[in-house]
C-alpha cells in the first residue's frame, strides 16, 4: 500500500488532519453502528490507506487505549508483522496491476469465516479502483450483505472509476486535500519548516507524497522538473530538452506531472484568454493527458519513452501552431493516443 510503510510501529494513530473523521468511527463504533462497508475516498498522498490500516488495528486490537490500538497484546503484534489471521489486505499483482476476481474470491471465503483470534475480521482492499469488473461484481453480495462481524475497507484515489454498484453498497468518507497548516507541523518534523512548506507545494497539498520527497531528498529534483515542465509551456525549452529532464520518471508520476503543470497554466489565464487559441491549445492538452492516465489506471502498458515524447511534442505542436496563427499541424507526426 502506498500511504503506509512497509514496517509498522507497535501504534498506528490516525494522521493529524484525519482527527475528527477519526472521532466519528469510534462514536459510531462505541454505539454499534459503524458501517460494514466502508469506502474511504481521497487522493493519493492524503492518507486515506494510512486510517484504514489504523482502523483495521483498531477493530482487531484486544485493549484499544486511547483511541488507538493498544500496540501490546497478541493482535497487534500479529498486525505489525502482518500475521494476522483475521486481517487481509488485497493489493494489485500481476503485469496489469489489477486486483482479480480470483483475489476477491479469496477474500469472500475469508469473511465466510469465524474469527480465529479476536471478535472480528477485516478485510483491506487498496486501491479499490484496481479491481477489474469481474473482480468487482464478485464483491457486490459481499458488499451488500457482509457476514457477521467482518469489515471491508475499500480505499480509492479515484472514486469516479470504481463502479456506482460498488459505491452504492458502501458508506463513503471523503478526505479532501488538508489545509496547509493542518499538515505543516507533522511534515516539519525533524526538518526546516520552509523546505516542508516547498515539499507541500510540489506534493500539490499531499503530505505523504510530501513526506516521501523529504524522506528521499527529492525536493530539489522535483523542482526542476516542475521547472522543465514550466519552460515547455512558456516556450522557453523544446520539447526533447524537457523529455530528457523527465525521463527517469514513471509513467505515472510524469503524467501526475505534465497534468498539474497544464493545469496550473490554464487556471492562470484570464476567461478571454481561456477562450482564446492558448486555452484551447491548453485544454486540448490536457484532455490528452488526463486520456492517457485513465488508459495506463485501467492497465495499459505503453511504453514510456514513446509516451513521453508523444504527448510532449504534441503539447509543444499545439502551443506553436496557435501562437503562430498559423496550421503547422503538417509539420509533426500525427498525436498518438494512448
Not at 482487531?60 to 497478541?74: D, R, T, V
Not at 464483491?139 to 469489515?151: G, H, M
Not at 525533524?190 to 500539490?204: K, P
Not at 511504453?303 to 496563427?325: C, D, H, N, S
Amino acid at each position: 500500500m502506498t500511504d503506509t510503510p512497509d514496517a509498522l510501529p507497535p501504534v498506528t494513530p490516525p494522521l493529524p488532519w484525519q482527527h475528527a473523521a477519526w472521532e466519528r468511527l469510534l462514536a459510531s463504533h462505541d454505539g454499534g453502528s459503524l458501517p460494514h462497508a466502508l469506502l474511504l475516498a481521497g487522493l493519493p498522498g492524503t492518507g486515506g490507506e494510512r486510517f484504514a490500516l489504523a482502523l483495521a488495528r483498531y477493530l482487531l486490537c484486544a485493549a484499544p487505549a486511547q483511541g488507538m490500538n493498544c500496540g501490546e497484546c497478541k493482535a497487534c503484534r500479529l498486525t505489525a508483522v502482518g500475521a494476522h489471521g483475521d486481517f487481509l489486505a488485497l493489493e494489485p499483482t500481476g503485469k496489469g496491476q489489477v486486483i482479480s476476481v480470483g483475489q476477491v474470491r479469496e477474500a469472500i471465503a475469508f469473511g465466510s469465516q469465524t474469527p480465529g483470534l479476536g471478535r472480528c475480521k477485516v478485510l483491506l482492499i487498496a486501491p479499490a479502483e484496481r479491481m477489474n469488473a469481474a473482480a468487482a461484481n464478485a464483491l457486490l453480495k459481499t458488499l451488500e450483505e457482509p457476514p457477521a462481524n467482518t469489515y471491508l475497507l475499500l480505499v480509492t484515489g479515484a472514486e469516479s472509476r470504481l463502479p456506482a454498484t460498488v459505491r452504492s453498497r458502501c458508506q463513503v468518507l471523503r478526505f479532501p486535500v488538508p489545509a496547509a497548516e493542518d499538515c505543516l507541523p507533522w511534515l516539519a518534523e525533524g526538518s526546516d519548516v520552509e523546505l516542508a512548506r516547498q515539499a507541500l507545494s510540489l506534493a500539490a497539498g499531499r503530505p505523504l507524497r510530501a513526506a516521501q520527497l523529504l524522506r528521499e531528498g527529492e525536493v530539489e529534483a522535483a523542482m526542476k522538473r516542475r521547472a522543465a515542465v514550466e519552460a515547455l509551456l512558456a516556450g522557453r525549452a523544446p520539447a526533447p530538452a524537457v523529455d530528457a529532464a523527465l525521463a527517469e520518471l514513471p509513467l505515472e508520476a510524469f503524467l501526475e506531472l505534465l497534468a498539474r503543470g497544464l493545469q496550473d497554466a490554464v487556471r492562470a489565464l484570464a476567461a478571454d484568454a481561456l477562450r482564446g487559441p492558448r486555452g484551447h491549445a491548453l485544454l486540448a492538452s490536457l484532455d490528452e493527458v488526463h486520456g492517457a492516465a485513465r488508459a495506463v489506471a485501467a492497465g495499459a502498458n505503453p511504453q514510456p519513452e514513446l509516451a513521453r515524447a508523444t504527448l510532449l511534442g504534441g503539447l509543444e505542436a499545439r502551443l506553436g501552431e496557435r501562437a503562430a496563427g498559423a496550421k503547422l499541424r503538417s509539420v509533426f507526426s500525427p498525436v498518438t493516443r494512448l
